[in-house]
């Protein structure tokens, strides 16, 4: 078949189409403030940052995640579980000096666990959600 492809666009999505956000915070006294989560984030603070690579989602990343999912998902908790789910999924590499695995994901701080949601959805959208 020669319909693979139209003018260069291919339907599948590799595993090496790949996108990267970044996450800015900075602490002041017990507070951390996280760029895209804080409305208070200060651009002029000396933030600290990291870069986090993700892979775009293709049909058997949505699979995972609906077979993950058998709750209701018009429920708001619901669906900040299945964002959560999807960025481990989609995730293939940080700059951070910990090893990229589930354990550490979960022992990121809340707000930079959000910043990195809120990156996603600006990024793909709903993609691999819907």
Same mark, same amino acid.
């Given at each position: 078949?020669?319909? +693979?492809?139209?003018?260069?666009?291919?339907?599948?999505? +590799?595993?090496?189409?790949?996108?990267?956000?970044?996450?800015?915070?900075?602490?002041?006294?017990?507070?951390? &403030?996280? +760029?895209?989560?804080?409305?208070? &984030?200060?651009?002029?603070?000396?933030?600290?940052?990291?870069?986090?690579?993700?892979?775009?989602?293709?049909?058997?990343?949505?699979?995972?995640?609906?077979?993950?999912?058998?709750?209701?998902?018009?429920?708001?908790?619901?669906?900040?579980?299945?964002?959560?789910?999807?960025?481990?999924?989609?995730?293939?590499?940080?700059?951070?000096?910990?090893?990229?695995?589930?354990?550490?994901?979960?022992?990121?701080?809340?707000?930079?666990?959000?910043?990195?949601?809120?990156?996603?959805?600006?990024?793909?959208?709903?993609?691999?959600?819907?």
């Amino acid at each position: 078949m020669e319909n +693979e492809k139209i003018n260069n666009i291919s339907p599948f999505v +590799e595993d090496d189409e790949r996108f990267e956000i970044q996450i800015k915070y900075y602490k002041e006294k017990d507070d951390l &403030f996280v +760029e895209a989560v804080d409305e208070q &984030f200060d651009n002029k603070k000396d933030a600290v940052s990291f870069i986090v690579k993700f892979k775009y989602p293709n049909a058997g990343d949505y699979s995972l995640l609906t077979v993950q999912n058998t709750d209701n998902t018009d429920n708001i908790n619901n669906i900040l579980i299945m964002e959560i789910r999807r960025a481990l999924i989609l995730i293939r590499e940080w700059s951070l000096d910990k090893e990229l695995n589930n354990d550490n994901f979960y022992k990121l701080h809340p707000k930079i666990a959000k910043a990195m949601i809120v990156k996603i959805r600006d990024k793909i959208g709903l993609q691999g959600l819907i």
